[in-house]
């Protein structure tokens, strides 16, 4: 019954791979969202979309790249990782105001 | 001026006893308000929401809204050691329902 699901729950690769964060969620909201928590807590909105289309684009390099395949998924692929990208990623969606995060993923680049 | 500001922490309070977290925003157009808790290692929950000026309580919880002042407070009674987590003020700011910001979080520790 997760309502927000992610995977991988942990990922630990070195700097320049590649990678892939995948999100569901069964809620049956329009709007879905990446953000990016630092290890000083911050939390902070990268990306959202609304029914597939991309609504939100804050600064962030174009080495990330999210994609729904439709407004129940949001993939978030990573290109060229950087040491500062380490940092705990989670995707939440809302029908309105209200977030709904998932588990997260702490993603570690070495 | 950061969009949302709360202070870091950690607030200590005895066990039984009224915690208050305090947070203030800079964008008067602000529609909604929400408190989120976030234990070490989860994901943020949302525990309440409030989008009128006032209070809004559930359970132990009140929200207290105060748009002249740009203030928005949540008091947990009766506080327990479990209440222990960072609690994370949202304000949606104007322009959309989608745009909301989060402070960074006020560090609760409920001392037994």
């Known amino acids: 019954d997760t309502a927000v699901s992610q995977t991988p729950k942990y990922l630990v690769t070195q700097m320049g791979n590649d990678k892939s964060i995948k999100c569901e969620q069964n809620l049956g909201h329009d709007t879905m969202y990446w953000y990016k928590q630092d290890s000083k807590k911050f939390l902070k909105i990268m990306f959202s979309y609304n029914n597939k289309e991309l609504i939100i684009n804050e600064t962030v390099p174009n080495r990330f790249s999210p994609k729904s395949p439709d407004k129940a998924h949001l993939n978030l692929h990573i290109n060229s990782l950087e040491l500062g990208d380490s940092a705990v990623y989670f995707c939440a969606s809302s029908q309105e105001g209200e977030r709904y995060f998932g588990p997260g993923t702490r993603l570690t680049v070495t | 001026q950061k969009e949302v500001e709360q202070n870091s922490g950690p607030l200590s309070v005895p066990e039984g006893a009224i915690a208050s977290l305090n947070c203030t925003y800079s964008?008067?157009?602000?529609?909604?308000f929400f408190w989120y808790r976030q234990y070490s290692g989860k994901s943020p929950e949302l525990i309440m929401s409030i989008y009128s000026n006032g209070d809004k309580e559930d359970g132990r919880f009140t929200a207290q809204l105060n748009k002249a002042s740009q203030y928005v407070s949540l008091l947990i009674r009766d506080s327990q050691p479990s209440d222990s987590a960072t609690y994370l003020c949202a304000v949606r700011l104007g322009g959309g329902y989608q745009k909301v910001t989060f402070g960074i979080g006020t560090k609760l520790q409920v001392i037994p």
């Open positions: 964008d008067r157009g602000s529609q909604s």
